[in-house]
């Protein structure tokens, strides 16, 4: 089992970058494939980024290809996401969430956090 924390959200201007950090508890963190997802309000959760347990495969949404750089560090039990030349479009709740295997699918993650707001203005 594993429980993870967002961290790293707030308000920027357009073209302006933030790193979101989730903080992961559980020995086995390293097992896990970690994804990013976002929520905007009236929309569904969609998967923006993922990093399998070696950190060797990323996937990312195609609206944040070239912008946005996921990572992660095992023996920190934490993973990150560094969000370049953000859009308005990008304002939302942003979740991070665990679980074994790749998956872009928000309800095939069984780990999530509670979330940390990512506001861009223009």
């Known amino acids: 089992q594993v429980q993870v924390v967002e961290s790293g959200g707030g308000l920027v201007q357009a073209g302006g970058s933030l790193r979101l950090s989730c903080a992961a508890s559980?020995?086995?963190?390293?097992?896990?494939?970690m994804g990013w997802f976002r929520q905007a309000p009236g929309k569904e959760r969609e998967f923006v980024a993922g990093i399998s347990w070696s950190g060797s495969a990323a996937l990312y949404e195609d609206s944040v290809k070239g912008r946005f750089f996921i990572s992660r560090d095992n023996a920190k039990n934490t993973i990150y996401l560094q969000m370049n030349s953000l859009i308005p479009e990008d304002t939302a709740v942003y979740y991070c969430a665990a679980r074994y295997g790749i998956s872009r699918l928000p309800y095939e993650y069984k780990y999530w956090g509670q979330g940390t707001q990512v506001t861009v203005s223009s």
């Open positions: 559980g020995r086995t963190f390293s097992s896990y494939f």
